[in-house]
């Protein structure tokens, strides 16, 4: 376990908690370009960063690239190291992918339309991209980042939650429909009764957590005060309080099902509820029933709240190729990275069957800024903390500062990516442009919105 040396002061640990989920605009200053740091870091930068502020972390400037490539620095973490030896992923180059164009989002001061190839050379904040189909490595860049780096994940982590739950309820230990209240008797008796496992997996839950710009800097409200208890951060009006107090004094804003409203807070009551009713520490639970199967090439790094939480709503590290097999785990290839199938027919089914309307997710705050993002709003909706799906089955989960997850699992396509960049996120507009290139076409089932 990797600790703070010189803890952070608590204000400044908690400016930068409370940036990291952010999706407010930062204006960043003009950053080192980020070739520079391939070979390490200046001692000077590891000083600021330990200083920074919160523009200085979350802009996409040079403490945004340490912090995110050095948080074991940081926070305590837990190492789950590869116990299957490296399972290596075979490459078969297709230079046709680098020629795929995509638009640039409105904000971006790149030129486009680009090329991926283009884009890369050009975007001073892109660090690496790599697309994996039929387990080979067809496409691999790392600009700005060496093959080895650990970076986090982000947002992009939250699925990781989901899986452990789904696995859980396809063994009968949760029923999805029943209220999570049924496994959490302490939660009895709050506004969580009547909000369903499967609302918590959707974000569906109508609770008052929905992470926003105002809720994150509001002291009297539910989304800041779940990141302050995670931090141990003193509250303005109650003190010191404990992460699962806070999660249970939850006010309902909404009936359940009514718009997707997106929060971290929802993620974590995943992690507890796993821990609940598996009676052990969701590192070691994800570490048993999927991680330990995996042939990764580095150890997966879950970073930690001081009391021994893991942070899965986005705190989680690893390099860009153990990155992809996660996602690969969803594909028909995960037998080439895993000794075991952790993501069951079931799970993916359930993912698929079980989304929700288009209307659904639009009705919320965030349907349409991830329309923008990927440049298009021909997706379903979201499910089960992937952020959308298809009608090609194809999934996507996008991280902070433009970190990507995108899985087709009847393509058989991962394509995963690090950047360092809180407004510029343009890197999400070609995962889409690449999957329906035509490079990885066949029939593609239609999946259809419950």
Not at 4 to 29: E, G, H, N, Q, V
Not at 290 to 316: C, F, N, R, Y
Not at 419 to 437: K, M, Q, W, Y
Request: net charge negative; hydrophobic share 40%; charged share 25%.
């Amino acid at each position: 376990m990797s600790v703070l040396t010189k803890p952070l002061k608590i204000s400044r640990l908690f400016s930068l908690m409370t940036a990291l989920f952010a999706t407010a605009t930062i204006a960043a200053t003009e950053p080192t370009p980020l070739d520079r740091f391939i070979n390490g870091f200046p001692m000077q930068l590891e000083k600021e960063t330990r200083n920074a502020d919160y523009n200085e972390l979350f802009s996409g400037g040079d403490a945004s690239t340490y912090f995110n490539m050095r948080v074991s620095e940081f926070l305590p973490t837990a190492i789950l190291p590869s116990r299957q030896g490296v399972m290596a992923l075979a490459k078969a180059p297709m230079p046709a992918i680098g020629k795929v164009k995509a638009d640039m989002m409105s904000v971006s001061k790149l030129k486009g339309p680009l090329s991926l190839d283009q884009f890369l050379e050009q975007a001073s904040f892109a660090q690496g991209f790599l697309v994996v189909h039929q387990g080979k490595i067809v496409y691999e860049k790392y600009p700005r980042i060496r093959q080895e780096d650990h970076h986090l994940w982000m947002s992009c982590a939250k699925p990781m939650a989901s899986l452990v739950i789904d696995q859980l309820i396809s063994e009968g230990k949760i029923d999805q429909h029943k209220p999570i209240t049924t496994y959490l008797p302490d939660f009895k008796g709050t506004s969580w009764d009547g909000v369903t496992t499967r609302d918590v997996m959707d974000m569906a839950t109508g609770m008052d957590i929905e992470d926003t710009t105002e809720s994150r800097f509001d002291p009297n409200n539910i989304a800041r005060r779940v990141y302050e208890s995670e931090f141990g951060f003193e509250n303005k009006t109650r003190g010191v309080e404990n992460l699962r107090d806070v999660l249970r004094s939850t006010p309902k804003k909404d009936e359940p099902g009514l718009a997707f409203n997106y929060a971290s807070g929802l993620t974590q009551m995943l992690v507890i509820l796993a821990e609940e009713v598996e009676q052990d520490r969701w590192a070691q639970i994800f570490d048993r029933r999927v991680w330990s199967k995996v042939g990764a090439e580095g150890a997966l790094q879950l970073h930690l709240t001081p009391d021994g939480i893991a942070a899965v709503h986005g705190l989680v590290s690893s390099n860009l190729r153990d990155f992809a097999r996660f996602g690969m785990l969803y594909t028909p290839s995960w037998q080439k990275i895993a000794t075991e199938q952790v993501v069951s027919k079931e799970i993916l089914d359930r993912i698929h069957s079980e989304v929700r309307s288009h209307e659904f997710i639009m009705a919320g705050f965030d349907g349409p800024v991830f329309a923008d993002r990927v440049g298009t709003d021909d997706f379903i909706a979201n499910s089960r903390q992937w952020d959308l799906v298809w009608p090609d089955g194809d999934l996507m989960k996008f991280g902070l500062m433009g970190q990507g997850l995108y899985v087709s699992p009847t393509r058989d396509l991962v394509i995963v990516y690090f950047n360092v960049n809180n407004e510029d996120l343009s890197a999400h507009r070609f995962v889409r442009p690449i999957a329906t290139s035509g490079l990885f076409d066949k029939q593609q089932p239609k999946v259809n919105p419950q």
